[in-house]
């Protein structure tokens, strides 16, 4: 169970755990990537709604190189790399998103459920 690999965040696209990655400030939707195709694909989308920034920097979304892209997301967009890790206590995820928390009564972390709230091991409501 404690040999699983324990990530700390969730890529909101593809679900998969990451302890790295890139991090969107100001979406609400959609804000953690794990790779850099999807992100490339969220920088893309979220600057082609934005013309006065495309007139600004002369930009040509589809073509540009993605170094280019990432310095006008730095900038621009609040999108940036991060890196985090599993603190103690805190719920992780496993590598295929699935949500882990701690019991309270028994200390193991057990897979977070939906309808289901209790602990896999001892049956404490969670
Ligand atoms: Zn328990």
């Known amino acids: 169970m404690e040999n699983i690999e324990k990530f700390a965040r969730r890529c909101d696209v593809t679900n998969k755990g990451m302890n790295a990655g890139w991090y969107d400030e100001n979406s609400t939707e959609h804000q953690y990537f794990k790779d850099r195709e999807v992100v490339i694909a969220h920088i893309q989308s979220a600057l082609i709604q934005d013309t006065q920034l495309i007139e600004d920097l002369n930009l040509d979304v589809k073509n540009e190189s993605f170094d280019r892209l990432f310095d006008v997301a730095y900038n621009h967009l609040g999108i940036y790399w991060e890196e985090w890790k599993v603190e103690k206590g805190e719920n992780y995820f496993n590598e295929f998103g699935t949500e882990f928390v ?22 404490t409501h969670l």
């Open 102 to 123: 701690q019991c309270h009564k028994c200390g193991c972390y057990t897979e977070i459920i939906e309808s289901f709230d209790f602990c896999t091991h001892c049956l």
